[in-house]
């Protein structure tokens, strides 16, 4: 087992609009709490992919749109490429929100071009026109994969214009009780691809359900003993 | 159609007294829907009817107080002013303090407007009020699933206030990039208020920051020095934008705290762009009374309790950095998801509450008790279950009872957390 873990957090200065640095503070602690060092990587525009390479975990999440378009460009050109490799050698990730839907294939505005993706989960993103409602509110689902957390219920808060649609490539995250999830259509919520996890749960995902932190991490150091969640699992009731 | 204007003042003002008198509640809101749905630019004429004018606040925080601070000052001088006293800051709001503010032939009795206005109602006001000034404090990210982005306000504004005459003056805050780029679609006179005290940079910058990024060119703004979140002396290294110099950068404090002292400028420059001599200004603020919820001081039997709305990042970083500075040793953190708080408590890891040393106590309570006690552990602070309360009252009840550590027990609430707490303290939600 690994006695340390480096957590890159992608664009922390672009894409953290609403709490993203939950999901990285929970990653942190609950490797520190286990006696196991985690430092956070923070990977920006100027970051050398290098960098980015070395680490164990990674973490994408949302942004304002004149941000986004600066990230973007960066990350097609520079990080997308290499975050795909990782991905594709099981490099445990979370990308949320704004990060869920550009590591698809494209996403493609109600006006305008569609804009390309970085291609690395099989899942492309339409926005269905200004008339539209934004999918807005508290979600509850249920987990269908990764296997190990089948079962496991799962709450977060939407706020999203865009619907996402999975290739054959992707499983489902969830299942929606509560809420709209990917498209407000098909009932699901999120998507896994190796060890990848994308959700439209925005901001901070990780603190109320632990089980997914536990997961991303043992998927980095191997096998973690338990910790006292009771304060999580109240927080994570308390929107059921 | 005057007539028909005043007409309509009368029928709402009619309602509005009535239904008071029976008890039904007055509403801060209702008068003025029923007048607006009658004659949807009634705020036109009630404005008209102003001798001195209107005055308009926007800002995510500090408009409140701001505007408590600019009318007290005009008081003081001994105009008559309306103003939306309880925060009901849509255009409904100000058109009920107009019908509150007139007599019963539908004449206006004040000399003078000066309302606190919500953000995304600030181009639907300027539609129907051309005000004498706009005042524009800062830009912070709250309540994304309400309001909207940052930079999404910002444009709305541009485009509102490119429509203003040249008669109305801006008054700007320089030291937030977003609203002092607002001053290019100005055709009057635009003013801007802005602190020149490099001794109370920030060290570290805090974590919620919004507009790191130049408004004209895109480019990562650098600063000389930070105040707080993203305010600060700022330049943009590619096209040379950068901090316009403020003019008036001086005035008197009365509240505590850096984000108070900026509401303060804010106030003076209006002041002053209206010929207020300075020691008038002084006077007037002398012993102010901050606004409900707001730096409140509540005595409990022999103790204390200071309350501090607080109600998005960038509020609740400068309450807690102002309570801390104030000696707070037990802090009760109050956590409510309503409508007016909004329904996405994600911001709360956006709080800096590292910062809260781990000597004082920390106690949470509200709709969302969980998420602020799962924040506090995340933070490394002690969070036992003892003080994690789930009715308000025993929050309350319990912090008080045992010896407070320090000088008061200081409770950092939302803003419907906020009131529930007056309402258990003062036995009244508002006034």
Known sequence: ?240 | MAWFDRLTVIFAKSISVVSTTLGLGAGETWPGEIALSIRPDIARFLSGKLSDGTILIAGTNGKTTTSLMTKTIFEHIGDTVVHNATGANLLNGIVSSFIRNTDWLGRVTADMGIFEVDENSLPVVLKYITPKRVVLLNLFRDQLDRYGEVDVIVEKWLSALSKLPKTTEVILNSDDPGIASLGRAVKGKVTYFGLNDPSKYLRVGEHATDSIFCYRCGHRLAYDGIYYSHIGSWRCTKCGNKRPLPTVTRGPRPLQGLYNQYNALAAVAIAHSLDIPENEIKKALRGFAPAFGRQEEIQVGKKTVQLFLSKNPAGFNASLKTVLEMGAKDILLVLNDRIPDGRDVSWIWDVDFEMIPPPVRVGVSGDRLYDMAIRIKYADRDMPLSRVYPTLEDAITMSLKKPLKGNALYILATYSGMLDVRKILKGRKIL
Request: proline fraction near 5%.
């Open chain 1, 1 to 240: 087992m690994k006695q340390s873990v480096k957590i890159a957090w992608l664009y922390p200065d672009l894409m953290s609009t609403y709490g993203d640095r939950g999901n990285v503070v929970v990653l942190q602690k609950r490797a520190v709490w286990r006696g196991i060092a985690a430092s956070v990587v923070p990977v920006t525009l100027e970051t050398n992919v290098k960098m980015l390479l070395g680490c164990d975990v990674i973490f994408m999440g949302g942004a304002q749109d004149r941000q986004q378009k600066l990230a973007g460009e960066d990350f097609l050109k520079h990080k997308g490429p290499a975050v795909k490799k990782m991905v594709e050698a099981g490099v445990p990730a979370l990308f949320v929100c704004a990060a869920y839907q550009f590591v698809g294939h494209y996403y493609k505005p109600y006006q305008g071009e569609k804009i390309p993706g970085a291609g690395i989960f099989d899942l492309y993103t339409e926005h269905p026109g200004d008339q539209a409602k934004r999918l807005i509110g508290n979600v509850v689902a249920r987990v269908q994969h990764p296997e190990e957390l089948a079962g496991t219920t799962i709450v977060g808060f939407e706020n999203h214009g865009g619907q996402t649609h999975l290739g054959a490539k992707m499983k489902p995250l969830a299942k929606i009780i509560k809420g709209n999830g990917n498209n407000g259509v098909d009932g699901w919520e999120g998507a896994v691809y190796n060890n990848a996890i994308g959700s439209y749960f925005h901001g901070p995902l990780l603190p109320k359900n632990p089980a997914i932190a536990d997961w991303l991490l043992e998927k980095a150091i191997g096998h973690l003993a338990p910790l006292d969640d009771s304060l999580e699992l109240a927080a994570n009731n308390a929107v059921r």
